[in-house]
């Protein structure tokens, strides 16, 4: 679970303004952290109850708001031919991650 804590931090501090582009970053690896999260929301249901759920919980909720203030809403799917779970659910089933793009692009052409 650390593993995906940190895919989706370093997600998010990509995504914000003052982060320089000193790596490359490909599409396949947004995916592979939107997956990530996805992995987080499985994990989380069941650790709410349990010792240190809750602060746990509180940081997930603190980086989905770094991260919904670092993307915009994509009501057209614009990603979509990149961008795609990996798990076949139908599209209301998905989590908000997956609707989102980025303010600015992460990826070369």
């Known amino acids: 679970?650390?593993?995906?804590?940190?895919s989706w931090e370093r997600l998010v501090h990509r995504l914000e303004p003052?982060?320089?582009?000193?790596?490359?970053?490909?599409?396949v690896e947004y995916n592979n952290d939107l997956?990530?999260?996805?992995?987080l929301s499985d994990v989380m249901s069941a650790l709410v109850e349990e010792e240190g759920g809750q602060a746990l919980s509180q940081l997930l909720e603190c980086?989905?708001?770094r991260f919904h203030a670092a993307t915009a809403p994509d009501?057209?799917?614009?990603?979509?031919?990149?961008?795609?779970?990996t798990k076949d659910r139908p599209e209301?089933?998905?989590?908000?991650?997956?609707k989102?793009?980025?303010?600015?692009?992460?990826?070369?052409?």
């Open 1 to 6: 679970m650390a593993h995906r804590f940190a």
């Open 18 to 27: 003052d982060w320089l582009a000193e790596d490359l970053y490909m599409e």
């Open 35 to 39: 997956d990530s999260r996805d992995g």
């Open 63 to 65: 980086l989905d708001a």
């Open 75 to 85: 009501p057209d799917l614009s990603l979509r031919p990149w961008i795609r779970p």
């Open 92 to 98: 209301e089933e998905l989590g908000e991650w997956w």
């Open 100 to 109: 989102r793009k980025p303010v600015r692009v992460l990826w070369a052409d």
